[in-house]
């Protein structure tokens, strides 16, 4: 694993939040894939347990900043401006070195915090400590983003919504995937827009698969989403080509609709 590291194996895959009215690209979720020499690609259930395991987890988040950082610098060459979102382990956040390595880096790509958006689960949240939480106040200080992952899968509080120093949540797909079912996960999702939105926090939709579960979270108000309806994850160099179709057919779009709206000849 260590020389897996240092051989810079380990990539970056990135998987698109979009705003669901227009279909525009929010920020860039990072997800991590092993390039392994004999294996291929695995995926993070494969190898992210031997890395906690041998004290490694750190390194590969260093190494994720870094990818995510250099790629916004190549990006905005293009025209491109990204945020990202970046998953992080109650454990990492008891890190006496977590803030100044995020800080240093930050100053080395000249980016600014809001940028960077760390990523952790409900059910951690839950289970956070003083210095979780000093390093939390010092993240948000940077201007980076602080996001609930799964909200809703666990046991969800509101006090510690209401204290905690988060200022996004993740509401699970679990939700959307049970629309059609149940008229309480409309309800559901309602209230914790509302909430959110009277605690000044933004809140993203999980899981969409369908044009249908699309239209049906545009109409109970919610404004981002992320799901393999949009995009699936994928390296940086397909994530630019990618990037340039949708530029591409975004313009044909917006040619198309003023062509329709002149009047006759």
Not at 34 to 61: A, I, K, V
Not at 140 to 159: E, N, P, T, W
Not at 184 to 191: F, K
Request: aromatic fraction near 10%; glycine fraction near 6%; include cysteine.
């Amino acid at each position: 694993m260590i020389h897996a590291l240092e051989a810079g194996q380990f990539l970056v895959y990135y998987q698109p939040k979009f705003t669901l009215q227009d279909l525009q690209v929010d920020s860039l979720e990072l997800l991590a894939r092993w390039n392994h020499p004999r294996l291929g690609l695995l995926s993070p259930s494969r190898f992210l347990p031997t890395l906690e395991r041998l004290g490694l987890l750190d390194r590969l988040l260093h190494q994720q900043i870094d990818q995510c950082l250099h790629f916004r610098q190549q990006a905005k060459t293009y025209g491109f401006d990204f945020k990202f979102s970046i998953n992080i382990q109650t454990f990492q956040l008891a890190s006496e070195g977590l803030f100044d390595a995020v800080s240093t880096r930050l100053r080395a790509f000249d980016t600014p915090g809001t940028c960077l958006c760390f990523e952790m689960t409900e059910t951690d949240a839950q289970t956070l400590t003083p210095m979780n939480l000093e390093n939390l106040v010092r993240l948000r200080m940077l201007g980076c983003v602080l996001s609930i992952d799964d909200f809703g899968a666990g046991h969800s509080s509101l006090q510690r919504l209401c204290t905690l120093p988060f200022n996004e949540i993740k509401l699970d797909g679990l939700f959307v995937r049970e629309l059609n079912a149940t008229s309480r996960s409309g309800v559901a999702i309602t209230s914790t827009l509302q909430i959110a939105d009277a605690l000044g926090i933004d809140v993203v939709i999980e899981g969409i698969e369908t044009q249908e579960q699309r239209t049906q979270l545009i109409n109970l108000g919610c404004r981002l989403g992320q799901g393999y309806y949009f995009a699936m994850p994928m390296p940086a160099t397909k994530l630019l080509v990618w990037l340039f179709n949708k530029v591409f057919q975004d313009y044909l779009s917006t040619v198309r609709r003023r062509l329709l709206s002149l009047p006759p000849p």
